[in-house]
């Protein structure tokens, strides 16, 4: 059995994630501060990709980054590079689909936190960075982390997106959910099954992941009160 | 070591205006709940910006609205003690005092030498959430005076304890800011905190402050009738100048009064303990009913009606021992009076 698309989804699922950890955080914690105006437009614009079918956020991204429209015409003209239909342009779609989760878990993380916390930080001569990494953070710990996990199991999962941008390519752009469509179309039922295992298996750990995490977030608040 | 604010800020309906100068000296900030004591407080440490004015403290300007000075909380050195103290709750005793130390060479020294003076090396090591009430306020002082503040600022220090532990710990904070060098501004609405532990007070009424008094003159000459509210006089009545005579028009009471009366009072107040019952030949004597009595740990509230009140008027309440209320035969009629020097004229 080659593994190369559980070693594929890995990682991709493990870049993305750790993409999704920075700018959902930075996302979070800047649109809060925003006009409202500004906020309701950048919240929605961020959570769409939680209720578009995964297909159109294909479509979209293939007009973005297709060779033959923007971004993707000018990356192919300057640097001689393309950016779909390579293993890396799933990380694409798998960002673009999971973000909306840390997104959103972090800003209600960041919404509980105590502001005065910051406050009495600045006047005791904290710097920001110091606030943010050492006392905001560690205060919406829980939230984030749950974030992280839920994100790193929908990237792991992602198929709609990543099947338009980086197709289905055996040894190169091959992850289990694509492997799995391919192996049924083609009746390897025996073979399809097992990937089939192996998925369930990596999402039960993870689920079961995010349950321990809410239980000890649990029993955190549970000694404060 | 002098302190001056003279700002503005407008949020939603509510318009902050204050105006006051301190001088080495403890600052008591009374008024009552919303009138804007912890706005001005967070003016003062930079953590909202008002709209305009000035502030400095020691030639050190913090804000002025022409020049566009901001000074940003951390370059202020202000020492802010928040209501619940703000201590950090991921961190123990140790690590909150030990963030705020800004000469980082000199840390563990520091932070060693006020767990000692705050009696906390039982606790360095525990979360704040493990703290009583009084431990987490010494914590939180401790921490302020690590980041070696040039004022302090006290937000309500005592509104999240318990009133027994109370007593003891104002003696401690009495203690710190003895050898505390600098200015102290003490936000609180209770009176009696500001009378025992402020040289100076400034009452701030709706968002707007008064003039700085003594607490002395606050309780014996408040002048304003927001004023003799926070210092707690209770019974506060519409009263016209009448030559050197008060008039009270809803009582249908003519009163004398040891101090010369202007023409621009517009009220009287008269301390519910400054009643009594009168002599024969006492002056100011008001018959009164007695409309209900409440019965205090140490003393009897007796809520009483002047016999000539007009419909609607205020009532009258009075605060004596609870054994002559007991001795007293007729509990139904009394006639009170009031010594004319005890009578507070107000604007």
């Not at chain 1, 309701?40 to 980054?65: A, E, I, K, S």
């Amino acid at each position: 059995m080659d593994l190369y698309p559980l070693y594929n989804s890995l990682r991709i699922a493990a870049i993305s994630t750790v993409v999704i950890f920075f700018v959902g955080i930075f996302a979070a914690y800047y649109i809060a501060k925003t006009p409202r105006l500004i906020k309701g437009v950048l919240d929605v614009l961020l959570t769409l990709p939680l209720v578009l079918p995964p297909t159109v956020v294909g479509y979209l991204l293939l007009r973005l980054l297709g060779p033959k429209h923007m971004i993707g015409m000018w990356f192919l003209e300057h640097f001689d590079l393309r950016l779909v239909m390579t293993w890396w342009s799933a990380i694409f779609a798998s960002v673009v689909v999971a973000l909306p989760l840390m997104y959103r878990t972090a800003r209600g993380a960041f919404e509980s936190f105590d502001e005065t916390l910051a406050d009495a930080g600045y006047t005791l001569g904290l710097s920001g960075t110091y606030v943010f990494w050492r006392i905001r953070m560690p205060y919406c710990r829980q939230g984030i982390l749950a974030g992280t996990v839920l994100s790193f199991a929908r990237a792991l999962g992602e198929y709609g997106a990543t099947s338009m941008i980086a197709g289905y390519t055996p040894g190169r752009t091959a992850t289990i959910s694509t492997t799995v469509y391919q192996l049924w179309r083609t009746g390897d039922d025996a073979l399809a099954f097992r990937w089939v295992l192996i998925n369930i298996a990596i999402s039960a750990v993870v689920l079961l992941a995010i349950n321990l995490l809410e239980k000890k977030q649990r029993s955190a608040k549970g000694v404060v009160a | 070591m002098s302190l001056s604010v003279d700002i503005k800020k407008h949020l939603g309906d509510f318009c902050l205006s204050v105006n006051f100068k301190a001088e080495n000296e403890v600052l008591g900030l009374l008024g009552a709940s919303g009138c804007g004591k912890s706005v001005t407080l967070r003016c003062i440490a930079g953590i909202i910006k008002p709209d305009e004015g000035h502030i400095e403290l020691d030639g050190k300007v913090f804000f002025d609205g022409e020049k566009k000075i901001h000074l940003p909380p951390q370059e202020r050195r202000v020492g802010y003690l928040f209501q619940q103290y703000a201590l950090f709750p991921n961190m123990s005793v140790a690590q909150n005092i030990s963030s705020a130390v800004r000469d980082k060479s000199r840390k563990a020294e520091v932070v060693a030498q006020l767990l000692s003076t705050y009696q906390l090396q039982n606790v360095a090591s525990s979360r704040p959430a493990q703290l009583s009430g009084g431990q987490q306020q010494r914590a939180a002082l401790a921490r302020i005076l690590a980041s070696d503040p040039e004022i302090l600022l006290l937000d309500e220090p005592f509104s999240a304890l318990d009133s027994y532990l109370k007593a003891q710990l104002e003696q401690e904070l009495a203690d710190t800011l003895d050898s505390f060098r600098g200015n102290v501004m003490w936000v609180s609405h209770d009176r009696d905190e500001v009378f025992r532990n402020c040289n100076r007070v400034c009452i701030l009424d709706d968002g707007k402050s008064q003039s700085v008094v003594t607490p002395n003159d606050l309780f014996y000459d408040p002048k304003t009738v927001s004023a003799a509210k926070l210092s707690g006089c209770k019974n506060v009545v519409a009263a016209l100048a009448d030559n050197s005579l008060i008039k009270v028009p809803c009582w249908n009471l003519t009163l004398n009064c040891a101090h010369p009366v202007g023409s621009d009072i517009s009220a009287i107040g008269l301390r519910a303990h400054h009643i009594g019952f009168a002599d024969n030949n006492d002056e100011n004597a008001i018959p009164c009913s007695v409309v209900r009595t409440m019965d205090n740990v140490f003393s009897t509230i007796i809520i009483l009606r002047p016999l000539g009140s007009l419909p609607n008027s205020p009532t009258l309440r009075m605060e004596i021992k609870k054994e002559l209320w007991t001795a007293r035969q007729d509990k139904k009629n009394v006639t009170v009076s009031i010594a004319p020097q005890n009578i507070l004229l107000l604007r």
